[in-house]
């Protein structure tokens, strides 16, 4: 896992695809905000434009993914998000190697809230539970970028 601010992501230059999907965030604003996927190198990197309404944590559930790792990346608004090691967690619904994903629940984790320009990456061993309200139900605008791992 990774938290960090957009203003930092030169740090993670060693990382190629994870520095192409950061510089390409950095340069989003609520006013250039893409309206569908944008391929940065097919399918080793590229990011989700996702709006959504945030909720409580207990309409949530942890999700973890096997081929990519998740860097979440804020515009508009304001989102919680909880990690914990996929090692604790309990499976829900068995992972889709279509849709490389799984969904899980547990009873611990790593909170983080997320605001504009800031940025979360989620590794494989990341589970992690998205869209959670911080202080009650909010419109949020963020990217969601995948890098192949």
């Known amino acids: 896992m990774i938290f960090d601010?957009?203003?930092n992501r030169?740090?993670?230059g060693s990382e190629p695809?994870?520095?192409q999907v950061l510089t390409y965030m950095a340069g989003i604003t609520a006013e250039n905000f893409p309206t569908e996927p944008v391929e940065l190198d097919g399918e080793l990197a590229f990011v989700n434009p996702?709006?959504?309404e945030t909720k409580p944590e207990s309409a949530c559930l942890y999700?973890?993914?096997r081929r990519y790792a998740d860097v979440h990346f804020i515009v508009e608004g304001c989102e919680k998000i909880v990690v914990s090691d996929i090692e604790a967690v309990t499976l829900h619904t068995p992972y889709s190697e279509e849709k490389d994903i799984g969904f899980y629940t547990c009873d611990e984790g790593v909170t983080v809230v997320l605001h504009p320009g800031q940025f979360l990456v989620c590794y494989p061993q990341d589970a992690h539970k998205v869209a959670i309200a911080p202080d009650g139900p909010a419109p949020v605008k963020k990217l969601v970028g995948k890098?192949?791992?």
């Open 5 to 7: 601010k957009i203003s």
């Open 10 to 12: 030169a740090s993670y």
């Open 17 to 19: 695809k994870l520095d």
């Open 50 to 52: 996702v709006c959504f």
């Open 63 to 65: 999700e973890a993914h």
């Open 147 to 149: 890098v192949h791992v």
